[in-house]
């Protein structure tokens, strides 16, 4: 008689909880240890990983998966050593769990204050990087969380092979092998499980594509971190120095097109139009990226008429749309209406105008003077991250250590009573 | 031709995703102008309010309704004072909106740090009382939020007599009046439109009885802040001071029975239980509390034989639970199985113990040496409440103005660029 799949997946929850109580409370060396045996495991298994990974591509060819998909899933000796070096970066990440903050007496005489502490149990839903694998399990590890990780079908050789190092740092450090877990079926039905489980898991984060990412969300029954559309916009308001904003401007799109910091709407001011934008556009036009304009913008350089359509796109492509605007009132009403709220920049010299854009657009970070390609976990100091968030509750913007962990409130008190004024 | 509960719902979200933009934008005087007009309105419209209320009462007797909740429903004089109190004590209180932390430089150059925003709109469901529309609509006014109420429709017309006070208060500050609306209908299908609409509405607060928080979280396509039960534990641990265990026992009982914070089950370490014992029973038995005791708590005092069912109940009663247990890992894994994450607290002398119960009894608030019934947002200093949170995410424990905002990045530049090491 074989397990169900919700069976397997509410044996795999019960002990991702029983893992959590014992992960929580390990100290900092003791996850520092496992996330560096970890890294030692990997080195020694090159060469079964590699032969794993050969499984999962070999298949992959069978069933005529695309070329790029194929790219993402190869396991290189330069991605092994990523893995590697990741693992001992997260190591050397200070450890937010039990940091006490803004301890204060009351006027009862108690002293309340907060603790970080890990969420519980993370689920992890990717697809085919096997990478990922380690990413996230060691961001969860070193945050205190138990972690299910289920992974693309088509990556299961290679993150079985994957796992199998991590059981090897978690028993170096005399850490229970559930603490990690990856689900070894490739049934679907187990991702359907993993996000109605909120008795076992306490936060889903999903990534890769936006198919996977609205399916997670819409079905989830568990908190989902998610991260949708990256439509980025910069805009040039009447107080730029022109020469820094189209170095900015060019930069955000340009930096890498498929990052979803990328700019994709460029938003000019009506007063410095007729400056900023021919330089600015030879400047694209020489580096191969296509322009689409509204008509004003198509007044005064060459570029293809821009559809409603065109501002709620993220292109993540060698294209730009160009508008122009009367006011820095346009600006962040076209922002807040067709963005997606997640990075958005001014270029200006001007404090007060600076101080309105940073203040009333509604993304989950606001750049002043700076590319939007900066948004990003290492750029930000994060260390790392497992992923950005582009909703408002619980974290926003990229998220690190500090995303997978909440904070309760300690109170301490040597007797003191509720409704007395003395004990 | 009427207009469906759901267009006139789309209506009233359309209006409040408006409104948001401009309440998240206002000044803290403005904002204190709105909160002290309104106080205002209320002082002058006693009579209006009264006379409302009696509509309400008149029909709930008609109805039947219990006298329990008639009270609840009841506007006395001392209740629309306290409503006006509380106006004014959010309009002391700190405006957490635009607050900027962290603020440091990075080695690209930029600068990145965080700064608290409102949530947006803000929806809050509630049962009977009529002065949680005021409590409520202060509050996410203060966070900088547009709100969205729905009250009992056993209370519609004392809900319409404040809200025409709040919209007073939001004219005299020249604020929208769909800043705070108040939703007309008593259909129910409202609520169910109102926890469908992330479009429109950013987080649900559901204040009343498990039946509606339950029911809301069930159906909400909305994060919900919500509060189940309070099964609040304290520990009198083998190095506890026994005259002090038994006053912070005492007060977390009976500083009042119904209050989430009371509380539910004591645990006594065994090395200490016949000792502790006797004199507490004593002091519960004079008060009127009835004791149920696991087997070995009634080897020591008179009590009723507690059943499994005992350890997960909530009684908001003069009722207690007791139990008899060998060690602080046995006291933790109670809590932590039987409790409901919301307040527990060790009495103990013993640093380790204290730091090892803190750290790991995985629950909103962890005391050490005080009484559960010190959980609540005025005695933490959060100067209001709207709720007490038992989820992990986003809020948690006492939801005060912080809890209705977020935090969004900023990023400060002088023109440096991603990917290169100087402009």
């Not at 069976?7 to 929580?24: E, H, N, P, Q, S």
């Not at 999962?56 to 069978?62: P, T, W």
């Not at 991590?166 to 359907?192: C, H, K």
Request: with cysteine; proline share 4%.
């Amino acid at each position: 008689m074989t397990e169900s799949v919700l069976d397997y997946m509410t044996r795999l929850g019960r002990a991702a909880r029983a893992a959590a109580r014992v992960i929580a409370r390990a100290s900092t060396g003791q996850k520092n240890r496992a996330l560096l045996a970890t890294a030692t495991a990997l080195d020694a298994a090159r060469e079964q990983l590699v032969a794993a990974n050969e499984l999962d591509l070999a298949a992959g060819r069978a069933n005529n998966l695309e070329p790029a998909l194929l790219e993402r899933l190869t396991l290189t000796p330069a991605r092994i050593d990523s893995m590697i070096v990741g693992l001992r970066q997260v190591a050397a990440l200070p450890d937010p769990v039990g940091a006490i903050r803004d301890m204060s007496y009351r006027p009862s005489g108690i002293q309340v204050g907060k603790m970080r502490v890990p969420l519980g149990v993370v689920g992890i839903i990717y697809e085919s990087r096997p990478n990922v694998t380690i990413d996230a399990a060691s961001l969860c590890l070193k945050s205190g969380n138990a972690t299910i990780l289920r992974g693309g079908s088509e990556a299961i050789h290679s993150n079985r092979a994957i796992a199998t190092c991590i059981a090897q740092g978690l028993e170096a450090a005399q850490l229970p092998a559930s603490v990690v877990q990856v689900v070894e079926t490739t049934d679907r039905a187990a991702v359907g499980a993993l996000i109605t489980m909120p008795e076992y898991v306490d936060i889903i984060v999903p990534r890769g594509g936006k198919g996977l990412i609205e399916r997670v969300s819409r079905d989830a029954r568990v908190p989902v971190i998610k991260h949708l559309d990256g439509i980025c916009h910069v805009y040039v308001s009447a107080n730029a120095e022109l020469d820094k904003a189209q170095r900015i401007a060019f930069n955000a799109k340009t930096y890498r097109y498929g990052i979803c910091g990328a700019m994709e709407t460029l938003l000019v001011d009506a007063s410095v139009a007729a400056r900023f934008l021919p330089p600015m556009a030879a400047q694209f036009r020489e580096k191969g990226v296509e322009l689409r304009g509204c008509p004003r913008t198509r007044d005064l350089i060459e570029a293809l008429p821009a559809t409603e359509d065109d501002w709620h796109t993220e292109y993540l492509a060698p294209i730009l749309s160009i508008r122009v605007v009367d006011s820095l009132d346009e600006a962040i009403e076209h922002i807040n209406h067709y963005g997606s709220h997640h990075t958005d920049a001014i270029v200006t010299e001007h404090q007060g105008q600076a101080r309105r854009f940073m203040a009333e657009v509604d993304s989950a970070s606001v750049m002043l003077n700076a590319p939007t390609c900066f948004a990003d976990g290492f750029e930000y100091g994060l260390g790392a991250e497992i992923g950005i968030s582009t909703d408002k509750i619980h974290a926003r913007g990229p998220v690190g250590l500090e995303g997978l962990t909440c904070e309760k409130y300690v109170v301490v008190g040597d007797g003191q009573l509720r409704g007395q004024e003395s004990i």
